[in-house]
């Protein structure tokens, strides 16, 4: 891989999307072209806003910006202010931001700069409904070839799903744009619960970022504190599952992670099962493998590099 790795990321903040902004922004090894708004935690009016009061907590109100598509590609829109609050990032108190959303829907930004890049050369971070992907898919097929890598977090195999025992929230939402993602033929490395499971937001790790001291690892800590009371009681563990940053921790680190490349195929129809990542970890169809399925993660490794990204970023907030 060339350095730095040029991406877009494509995001629904989210306490978790905010982290993975964070850890994007602080890492030279990555050239954020832009950020995409999604809609899925909270409506895209509000994601779009969280996206840029993330890039001027980092200092960097010079981000691209834009505003996607406001539901799913079928259907209407499922969100979860259960979790993450009527905002969509209760937690921290943030500036309204200042720094202008660009006048460009995010769908046709995804398919210009995949144009207009040599192939091979820009990858797209999912970290929410895949829905301004699959709609620039469907829109300009001839973009899928020119993709270097698609990294996502959603899905579940072992772990079963989040937001029904079947499926993961990210998926759940719009089926139909993840399946023309999963089906476009472009690389795919999936994040999914089985992996995000595992970095759970322990109190000890949790500390080590308060321990940086500035304003910026207070929202952080504040985002993270709102975030797993809703997860510790539901899993019972020390710790709620931080999600996203996996996605941006494997293209700096993919030593961290371990996974298997098969077929991942997502259920669209079914009532009992709409969402749901099928993924053939056993190789007993003939289907085409067309991901890689993460399953294992270091997390003290994980948390270890997130901490210290972290530490880079302007102390303001
Ligand atoms: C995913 O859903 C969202 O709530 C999180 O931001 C993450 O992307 C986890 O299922
Ligand atoms: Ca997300």
């Known amino acids: 891989t060339k350095m730095p790795q040029k991406i877009i990321i494509d995001t629904d903040p989210g306490q978790d999307d905010a982290l993975a902004i964070l850890l994007a922004l602080a890492s030279p090894e990555i050239e954020v072209l832009g950020i995409t708004a999604a809609a899925g935690n909270v409506p895209v009016a509000l994601t779009s806003k969280n996206i840029r009061k993330v ?21 209407s829109l499922f969100t979860a202010e259960y979790v993450h609050g009527a905002t969509g990032m209760d937690g921290a108190d943030l500036p309204e931001p200042g720094m202008p959303l660009q006048p460009q829907h995010g769908v046709d930004f995804i398919i210009e700069t995949l144009m207009t890049h040599e192939p091979g050369t820009v990858t797209i971070c999912t970290l929410g409904p895949m829905t301004n992907l699959g709609t620039a898919l469907a829109r300009e097929p001839a973009i899928a070839a020119r993709i270097q890598q698609i990294v996502l977090m959603g899905g579940g195999l072992f772990e079963g799903g989040n937001v029904t025992p079947a499926a993961e929230f990210n998926i759940f939402v719009d089926p139909k744009a993840a399946k023309i993602c999963f089906g476009c033929g ?39 504190e709102f975030f797993e ?45 709409k969402g749901m990542t099928v993924a053939d970890w056993w190789g007993v169809t003939t289907r085409p493998k067309n991901a890689t399925f993460m399953r294992h993660v270091d997390a003290d490794g994980f948390y270890a590099l997130l901490t210290e990204r972290l530490a880079r970023l302007p102390a303001k907030g």
């Open 55 to 75: 890039c001027e907590l980092a200092g960097r109100t010079d981000v691209k910006v834009f505003a996607g598509c406001e539901g799913p590609m079928e259907g």
């Open 229 to 273: 009371r809703f997860d510790e009681q539901k899993y019972g563990t020390d710790g709620g599952p931080l999600h996203d940053p996996n996605v941006i921790a494997y293209l700096l680190k993919p030593e961290l992670y371990e996974g298997r490349f098969c077929n991942v195929e997502i259920e669209t129809d079914s009532a009992l099962t």
């Open 186 to 224: 472009a690389p795919i490395v999936m994040m999914p619960l089985d992996v995000t499971h595992q970095t759970l937001t322990t109190a000890k790790r949790v500390a080590a970022i308060k321990a940086l001291g500035t304003p910026l690892a207070d929202a952080v800590v504040g985002w993270l």
